[in-house]
């Protein structure tokens, strides 16, 4: 079943417009790229105020309120950008072991996400300083950025080995 649907999609008008027209792919890519930027760099924000590196003069929530409109807006245009680029080669983005990973760290970035705006952050309203921010957030934040800078690294792997792997 999976099989056909990648390969349906990925003869789909669009797909094959991406993947034998001269510019659309690399214009996506590009914004892909920047999309990505936007969503690590807006949640770095966040992610190194927890940890008490960054931005030590505002809360949590303050920086929290200011990233995430970015942080959303950003990760749903490289939602739309990374499946365009999908499309245009479906069968062998599937098998590629970095696109994979990359999906499954986003998995992971979006659990870590969960479990720190339902059980860590309560009390954040009180985190006016690096040294009220509690241990429990402070490995949220350090775990999000382990896990986007790994995702980042993937996503850069993907390009140069799908064309190198069975």
Same mark, same amino acid.
């Given at each position: 079943m999976?099989?056909?649907?990648l390969?349906?999609l990925?003869?789909?008008?669009?797909?094959?417009?991406?993947?034998?027209?001269?510019?659309?792919?690399?214009?996506?890519?590009?914004?892909?790229?920047?999309?990505?930027?936007?969503?690590?760099?807006?949640? =770095?924000?966040?992610?190194?105020?927890?940890?008490?590196?960054?931005?030590?003069?505002?809360?949590?929530?303050?920086?929290?309120?200011?990233?995430?409109?970015?942080?959303?807006?950003?990760?749903?245009?490289?939602?739309?950008?990374?499946?365009?680029?999908?499309?245009? @080669? =479906?069968?062998?983005?599937a098998? @590629?072991?970095?696109?994979?990973?990359?999906?499954?760290?986003?998995?992971?970035a979006?659990?870590?996400?969960?479990? $720190?705006?339902? $059980?860590?952050?309560?009390?954040?309203?009180?985190?006016?300083?690096?040294?009220?921010?509690?241990?429990?957030?402070?490995?949220?934040? =350090?775990?999000?950025?382990?896990?986007?800078?790994?995702?980042?690294?993937?996503?850069?792997?993907?390009?140069?080995?799908?064309?190198?792997?069975?």
């Open positions: 999976l099989p056909q649907f390969q349906a990925q003869d789909s008008a669009v797909a094959t417009a991406i993947r034998e027209g001269e510019s659309l792919f690399p214009w996506i890519e590009s914004v892909h790229v920047l999309a990505v930027t936007l969503v690590i760099g807006s949640i =770095a924000i966040v992610d190194l105020r927890l940890l008490g590196l960054a931005s030590r003069d505002r809360s949590v929530l303050q920086m929290t309120a200011l990233a995430l409109p970015v942080t959303w807006s950003a990760f749903g245009i490289a939602v739309i950008t990374g499946t365009l680029m999908f499309s245009s @080669n =479906a069968l062998s983005y098998r @590629n072991p970095f696109l994979q990973a990359k999906l499954l760290l986003i998995i992971g979006g659990l870590n996400m969960a479990i $720190y705006h339902l $059980y860590s952050a309560r009390g954040a309203s009180a985190w006016l300083t690096p040294v009220l921010t509690p241990t429990r957030a402070r490995i949220a934040g =350090a775990i999000s950025l382990a896990l986007w800078i790994a995702i980042a690294a993937c996503g850069r792997w993907i390009g140069f080995t799908l064309h190198t792997l069975p």
